[in-house]
């Protein structure tokens, strides 16, 4: 019996490793991506989307839906350009991923961040998922040579990304200076500012930036996990006399077709490396997860071999992998298996054995992106191929609370965002804003469209704190009690 290829996780359907011919019939005209088998959930997926949408008001603080006329794979917030009263105004990055009818794009939006407790319950009410939301403006469009798989932005500087596409290298882009361009079929692709190598194989989604000093981590088809310093390139530059390094915001004023080799190649995984990320603390230590199923912790410092390893983290495919900056001990993981797993760094051994803390076991289908709130230590969400993005709150774990609640609602999870009609490939917390969230789906078969971008925050009333939240319901309680009385 024929072996099928393995399925390439987190990609819109019918997507290949190549953009050669993609997007193609028979006949070879160009064609709408063709659905996977993942659709025969469709139904589940209707019925819990309209669920959701009837009780949208009681749920939400703010949201906006805005259709997208491709499938974006990733959404990252930048800098925040303007603060207002009612409003903030703050760039957010997405990708166009085509059907090569129209070249493949990265956008930079202006986004409208309507502030707590400002929108009106008919506001939050009215969601048009098919249309554009007027929140989101097109600021600027870059041509990407590829498909955009993965965007991050560089912390020192958020005008500053990283990209990874179907190959090797790594591309950064200053996002300011690159000049705005027309999508058109035959046009030229935007230049990047500087390219990273040291890939020998494809790189296609482990991607992460440092948050102390401007490194970059990567991983590949090539089982490594490679290493750079923006910063040695801007060294080059100064020693040539051509620009200074003390800023960051010049890190990629450079010549055209610069490029920077790595600083350190690691080598432990068996398979592709699928995602990477920084600890918190140190530009030195990292972390990255694979095919292979492990969950692999290195140290720069000590050289290119694993420090601590967890061999069998998953039963399948860990797609991807977050660090907890505000306790570095936790470590999360995504899998195919539909789980996530937290780890102790504590207990992690370099013969690699390794024990959840806890397994959460609330999607029904890969989980494709899991991330540390940046407001609460002890919450994350997850986003899975269900259609649902999950936040979870590991103190919650093993409370009795009598709450009148499902008992089947898996340990952890207290909010369950299912405004997405298809899987979410990707989402970020908003630093600049507790509790809000960007989150992308690509849901074309539902909608008019390539996919969906959401901006949402759920009422304050279930982030706060508990006792908090008790004396204002009083309050309002005892306000209702005195209109009755007067009318």
């Given at each position: 019996?024929?072996?099928?290829?393995?399925?390439?996780?987190?990609?819109?359907?019918g997507?290949?490793?190549?953009?050669?011919?993609?997007g193609?019939?028979?006949?070879?005209?160009?064609?709408?991506?063709?659905?996977?088998?993942?659709?025969?959930?469709?139904?589940?997926?209707?019925?819990?989307y309209?669920?959701?949408?009837?009780?949208?008001?009681?749920?939400?603080?703010?949201?906006?839906?805005?259709?997208?006329?491709?499938?974006?794979?990733?959404?990252?917030?930048?800098?925040?350009?303007?603060?207002?009263?009612?409003?903030?105004?703050?760039?957010?990055y997405?990708?166009?991923?085509?059907?090569?009818?129209?070249?493949?794009?990265?956008?930079?939006a202006?986004c409208?961040?309507?502030?707590?407790?400002?929108?009106?319950?008919?506001?939050?009410?009215?969601?048009?998922?098919d249309?554009?939301?007027?929140?989101?403006?097109?600021?600027?469009?870059?041509?990407?040579?590829g498909?955009?798989?993965?965007?991050?932005?560089?912390h020192?500087?958020?005008?500053?990304?990283?990209?990874?596409?179907?190959c090797?290298?790594?591309?950064?882009?200053?996002?300011?200076?690159?000049?705005?361009?027309?999508?058109?079929?035959g046009?030229?692709?935007?230049r990047?500012?500087?390219?990273?190598?040291?890939?020998?194989?494809?790189?296609?989604?482990?991607?992460?930036?440092?948050?102390?000093?401007?490194?970059?981590?990567?991983?590949?088809?090539?089982?490594?996990?490679?290493?750079?310093?923006?910063?040695?390139?801007?060294?080059?530059?100064?020693?040539?006399?051509?620009?200074?390094?003390?800023?960051?915001?010049?890190?990629?004023?450079a010549?055209?077709?610069?490029?920077?080799?790595?600083?350190?190649?690691?080598?432990?995984?068996?398979?592709?490396?699928?995602?990477?990320?920084?600890?918190?603390s140190?530009?030195?230590?990292f972390?990255?997860?694979?095919?292979?199923?492990?969950?692999?912790?290195?140290?720069?410092?000590?050289?290119?071999?694993?420090?601590?390893?967890?061999?069998?983290?998953?039963d399948?495919?860990?797609?991807?992998?977050?660090?907890?900056?505000?306790?570095?001990?936790?470590?999360?993981?995504?899998?195919?298996?539909?789980?996530?797993?937290?780890?102790?760094?504590?207990?992690?051994?370099?013969?690699?054995?390794?024990?959840?803390?806890?397994?959460?076991?609330?999607?029904?289908?890969?989980?494709?992106?899991?991330?540390?709130?940046?407001?609460?230590?002890?919450?994350?969400?997850?986003?899975?191929?269900?259609?649902?993005?999950?936040?979870?709150?590991?103190?919650?774990?093993?409370?009795?609370?009598?709450?009148?609640?499902?008992?089947?609602t898996?340990?952890?999870?207290?909010?369950?965002?299912?405004?997405?009609?298809?899987k979410?490939?990707?989402?970020?917390?908003?630093?600049?804003?507790?509790?809000?969230?960007?989150?992308?789906?690509?849901?074309?078969?539902?909608?008019?469209?390539?996919?969906?971008?959401?901006?949402?925050?759920?009422?304050?009333?279930?982030?706060?704190?508990?006792?908090?939240?008790?004396?204002?319901?009083?309050?309002?309680?005892?306000?209702?009690?005195?209109?009755?009385?007067?009318?």
């Open positions: 019996m024929e072996s099928t290829p393995p399925r390439k996780r987190g990609r819109p359907k997507s290949t490793t190549s953009t050669k011919g993609k193609k019939d028979a006949a070879g005209t160009p064609s709408r991506i063709k659905p996977s088998a993942a659709h025969k959930k469709k139904p589940v997926v209707d019925e819990g309209t669920r959701w949408k009837q009780v949208v008001p009681l749920l939400y603080d703010w949201i906006a839906s805005h259709n997208l006329t491709w499938p974006s794979l990733s959404c990252r917030w930048g800098p925040v350009l303007e603060r207002g009263a009612q409003k903030n105004i703050q760039r957010l997405l990708s166009e991923q085509t059907d090569r009818t129209q070249p493949n794009t990265l956008i930079i202006n409208d961040v309507v502030k707590c407790r400002v929108a009106s319950e008919s506001h939050i009410a009215n969601i048009n998922e249309a554009r939301s007027p929140h989101v403006k097109t600021y600027k469009t870059i041509l990407h040579p498909e955009v798989n993965r965007i991050r932005e560089l020192q500087n958020k005008n500053i990304i990283a990209t990874h596409t179907d090797p290298e790594v591309f950064i882009w200053d996002v300011e200076a690159q000049p705005n361009r027309h999508a058109i079929l046009a030229e692709d935007s990047p500012d500087l390219v990273l190598s040291g890939h020998q194989d494809n790189a296609e989604f482990a991607l992460a930036m440092c948050r102390a000093v401007p490194f970059v981590l990567s991983g590949g088809k090539d089982k490594s996990v490679v290493l750079w310093s923006i910063q040695d390139h801007v060294s080059t530059l100064a020693n040539a006399g051509t620009q200074s390094a003390e800023t960051a915001s010049s890190i990629v004023k010549a055209d077709n610069s490029t920077v080799g790595p600083r350190g190649i690691f080598q432990g995984h068996t398979d592709t490396v699928e995602d990477v990320q920084f600890s918190p140190s530009s030195q230590q972390c990255s997860v694979g095919d292979d199923s492990c969950l692999i912790i290195w140290d720069a410092r000590i050289g290119s071999d694993p420090v601590d390893k967890v061999e069998k983290a998953h399948a495919d860990i797609h991807c992998v977050d660090w907890n900056s505000h306790d570095e001990n936790y470590i999360l993981t995504g899998s195919e298996d539909n789980t996530v797993c937290m780890f102790d760094r504590r207990n992690i051994s370099a013969s690699g054995v390794g024990i959840p803390v806890h397994k959460f076991s609330g999607h029904n289908a890969a989980v494709l992106s899991v991330q540390w709130s940046p407001d609460k230590c002890s919450v994350f969400g997850s986003s899975a191929e269900d259609g649902l993005l999950n936040i979870w709150d590991y103190e919650k774990v093993g409370q009795k609370e009598d709450t009148g609640s499902d008992p089947d898996p340990a952890g999870l207290f909010f369950k965002h299912a405004g997405h009609r298809d979410v490939v990707d989402f970020h917390w908003n630093v600049d804003d507790p509790w809000t969230i960007a989150s992308v789906s690509d849901d074309g078969e539902f909608a008019d469209g390539g996919g969906t971008l959401q901006i949402w925050r759920m009422t304050d009333l279930l982030s706060r704190p508990q006792d908090e939240v008790l004396a204002e319901l009083e309050k309002f309680k005892d306000h209702v009690s005195e209109c009755s009385k007067t009318s």
